[in-house]
């Protein structure tokens, strides 16, 4: 199974940006697709983005469309979530987690890391 640890959260003012890293050990990196999402206090975990093993595809939350962008660096085994233009309600622990399918239903995913905080401010 392979192990994968965030970083790169924090408070940022809304409007704003963050870019958070998703590190994999442990695996295979190039054979997972990845996805990233959030859960909030009382909150269900919500999709964020999703990306394929190959980097080619790629699906977002309707609610991040255009302000969100996710990629991967298969040579570095990273995955990225580059976010602008925060609101109070991204405020969320945000999660990377890995799957064999591409998918926006976190059942699937097998792996996931710990979570890293992102606090949007007013």
């Known amino acids: 199974q392979v192990q994968l640890a965030e970083s790169g959260g924090g408070l940022v003012q809304a409007g704003g940006s963050l870019r958070l890293s998703c590190a994999a050990s442990?695996?295979?990196?190039?054979?997972?697709?990845m996805g990233w999402f959030r859960q909030a206090p009382g909150k269900e975990r919500e999709f964020v983005a999703a990306?394929?093993?190959?980097?080619?595809?790629?699906d977002y939350g309707d609610s991040m469309k255009g302000r969100f962008t996710i990629s991967r660096d298969n040579a570095k085994n990273t995955v990225y979530l580059q976010m602008h233009s925060l609101k109070p309600e991204d405020t969320a622990v945000y999660y990377c987690?890995?799957?064999?399918?591409?998918?926006?239903?976190?059942?699937?995913?097998?792996?996931w890391g710990q979570g890293t905080q992102v606090t949007v401010s007013l």
């Open positions: 987690a890995a799957s064999k399918l591409l998918s926006r239903v976190k059942d699937v995913y097998h792996s």
């Open positions: 442990g695996g295979i990196f190039s054979s997972y697709h």
């Open positions: 990306i394929s093993w190959s980097g080619t595809r790629t």
